[in-house]
């Protein structure tokens, strides 16, 4: 391993590792890439530059050296279980996430949370400014680290340092509830470079900042008082579209597709969702609306089922286990109603899966159905897309995830709307297969000429563009 201080010409600062620990048949730690659209994108250029990934490992104290992992050094943070109690389960998700995603849920706002948001943010920035190399690039990832621009221009002012929030950006009357809402454009304004996912979130800063702390401003720019310029602009993610679609050419997912067909009772139509049991996901309204349309006699279990899956997430957060009880009594409820010896209404899985088995599924399902309140992009419904290489399947998203700009093609829906969403499902399930084949053939053109890589190099070219690099520049390994 290099010599670690000051040595990484590029560092990457996010909240999570890309890998997880798992326990081997010896009993010792052995370390897992975590599957993810963000490793897959910045691999090949962390690789050919040598770079550095700062975040935490996941556990409370785990706090283990840096270590090398597939060519890439990584750089666990550890957390106290305060810290992981008030920075990530309270400030980071009880009061940013609910705040960004338009009030889905009440934001909570604690001054304790706050306290260890800056002090974590603060520990992040201080390990990046000592790993960096002079003139090196930082590439912060997301909301949970919206102070480290900040801190880490002060500690570093030679950086060049580029931020991207995964998650919408709210409009001023929303974001002007938070106490410290001051602090956060401040903090993101230590970048040179704020990436969003959709311009309508690069426009809600701009126009925050002019107005809240009144530097002047120029379309996507602001200006700074000490003569620093910083740029506010979309670059919608995306996912790693050809290995999708290998994955999912492979024997071995097609036979497995077949085969949960089978399992479910070869029905004529399944329906699909699968998400984070998150409340912004907009689950329970889809599983209701689907269950209506059954009650109603539009549809028969004889002939359709939703598959659901729900992956566990922040189970230790309040409102997430209101929202599992919730759908768990709702599936009861509509399973115990409706379905029949065999036949259940909705296949209801509250797990995780492989790759292959969430690439199977796609392959599965006549209908993807994608209904968040509120989503940053939902990398679900473009990993679909990928995987649809028949240029068959169906696919419902709602209109407010940020992949509704690019998805054009898909039955959009308002998710607040029950009977749109029903009219929705029934079009897309009826719909002549030409259609279908029309829809999917130019979402399929879109998300293969936008993939993951795509985004990374737009990022990194545009802060380039930006603050000119004045040391060495990255060596660029991404192609497109
Ligand atoms: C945030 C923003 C934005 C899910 N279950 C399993 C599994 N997944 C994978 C999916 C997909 C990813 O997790 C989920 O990504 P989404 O984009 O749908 O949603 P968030 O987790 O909320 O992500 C979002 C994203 O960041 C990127 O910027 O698009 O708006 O909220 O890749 O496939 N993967 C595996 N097993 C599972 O059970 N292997």
Redesign the pocket.
Known sequence: MPPLNGSADLVIVANRLPVEPTTAADGSTEWRVS????VTALEPIMRANEGLWIGWPGGTDVDVEPFEHDGMTLDPIALSAEEIGGFYEGFSNATIWPLYHDLVAKPEFHREWWDSYVDVNRRFAERAADRAAKNATVWVQ?YQLQLVPQLLRELRPDLRIGF?L???FPPAELFQQLPWRRQLIEGLLGADLIGF?LPGGAANFVRLVRQRVGHKTHRDLVYLPDGRTVRAEAFP?S?DYQGFEELARTDGVQERAASIRHALGDPQTVFLG???L?Y??GIYARLRAFSELIRDGELDVDSSVFVQ?A?P?REKVEEYRVLRDEIDRLVGRVNGDLGRIGRPAISYLH?????E??AALYRAADVMV?T?YR?????????YVACRWDDGGALVLSEF???AAELRQAWQVNPYDLNGMKAALMDAAGAEPRDRQRRMRAMRKTVRQADVAAWATSFLDELDDVRPPHGKRLKPTLTS
């Open positions: 599957p993810g659209g963000l997301d991207f995964h998650i919408p996912q993610i996912i699968i998400d984070r998150d912004t996901k899956v992956t997430s797990s995780s899966y492989p790759r088995e969430m994608v968040p989503d940053g992009m939902n990398l679900v419904a473009k990993e995830a940020g992949s």
